[in-house]
Every structure is written in structure tokens, then in C-alpha cells.
């Protein structure tokens, strides 16, 4: 029972669970304001602003820099993960996004030509193309992360 409280009273898991949370929610309020509809199924997704892995990253860095100190071996953890979190949603899952969209393209375009054999070979669903981030994305969660982070640990 005291594990579970232990858990309860994590300053640090509840900032960046909540900064995750947060930035999920942004983007669903954001699709409304831009497309005019709500679309709950953003709360699940990834992509688009703000990034929520750069969110809970950022965040678990900041709250663990104000718990344990900026001088602590986790501080140094959280800030190299949270590096590579962020060059990852900008960089190798952005070019997914941008590969993806290329060959969802180049199917449409063979059934379009109605190319027999390769046509039939092409019977798959879209590739999901919104996977990674821009830059702004990504600064995006990071102040939303780094915010939640200082406000909550």
C-alpha cells in the first residue's frame, strides 16, 4: 500500500504525465479552432502542435532537475533522453511522415493507371503520414513540458 502512495505523491511521474495530457488536448482544441470539428481521436495520435513526446520529456527533465537537483546523475538522463526524443520526432519520424506520404502518393497514382499486376499488388491501407514533427512542434512541447515541469515539481 505504501508503493501505491509512493506513486501517488511522484511529483515528477504526475508533471510529465500531465504535460503529455496536456499538449494531446491542445491538439484536439487547436483542430477545432483551425477545421471547425472535434476530432477525439487526436487525443491518442502522434504528431502535430505541440509535440507531446517532446511535452513529457521536456517536463520529466525540468521536474527532475528541481527535485533531485541540476547537478544529479538523473538530471543528466532526463535531459540526454529528452534529446533524443526531440531529434527523433523531428528528424527520423518526421521523414517517415514525409516517405510514407511519397508512397501513398505513387499507389494512388499505379491504381489510378490501373496497372494490372501492379495494381493487385498494391491492396494495402494509407500509411499514416502525420508521425513525426517540425521544429515548431517540437519548441511547442518543449515550453509546454518545461512550463507544466517548473509549475508542478
Known amino acids: 500500500m505504501a508503493d501505491l502512495f509512493a506513486i501517488l505523491e ?8 500531465l504535460a503529455w495530457f496536456l499538449a494531446q488536448a ?4 487547436i483542430n477545432f479552432l483551425v477545421e471547425g470539428k472535434w476530432d477525439f481521436n487526436l487525443l491518442i495520435g502522434s504528431g ?13 527533465a ?3 532537475g528541481k527535485v533531485e537537483g541540476l547537478d544529479s546523475p538523473m538530471f543528466a538522463v532526463a535531459v540526454a533522453l529528452a534529446m533524443i526524443v526531440m531529434y527523433d520526432a523531428a528528424g527520423v519520424r518526421r521523414a517517415t511522415g514525409n516517405h510514407a506520404r511519397v508512397i501513398n502518393y505513387l499507389v494512388e497514382w499505379a491504381k489510378q493507371l490501373q496497372a494490372d499486376r501492379l495494381a493487385d499488388n498494391l491492396q494495402q491501407e494509407r500509411l499514416k503520414e502525420l508521425i513525426g514533427h517540425t521544429p515548431f512542434e ?3 512541447g518543449a515550453i509546454l513540458g518545461c512550463l507544466i515541469g517548473f509549475l508542478l515539481a
Open 138 to 140: 517540437v519548441f511547442g
Open 26 to 29: 491542445a491538439k484536439i482544441i
Open 62 to 64: 525540468v521536474s527532475i
Open 10 to 17: 511522484n511529483k515528477i511521474l504526475w508533471a510529465s504525465l
Open 48 to 60: 502535430g502542435f505541440p509535440s507531446s513526446h517532446t511535452a513529457i520529456v521536456s517536463a520529466l
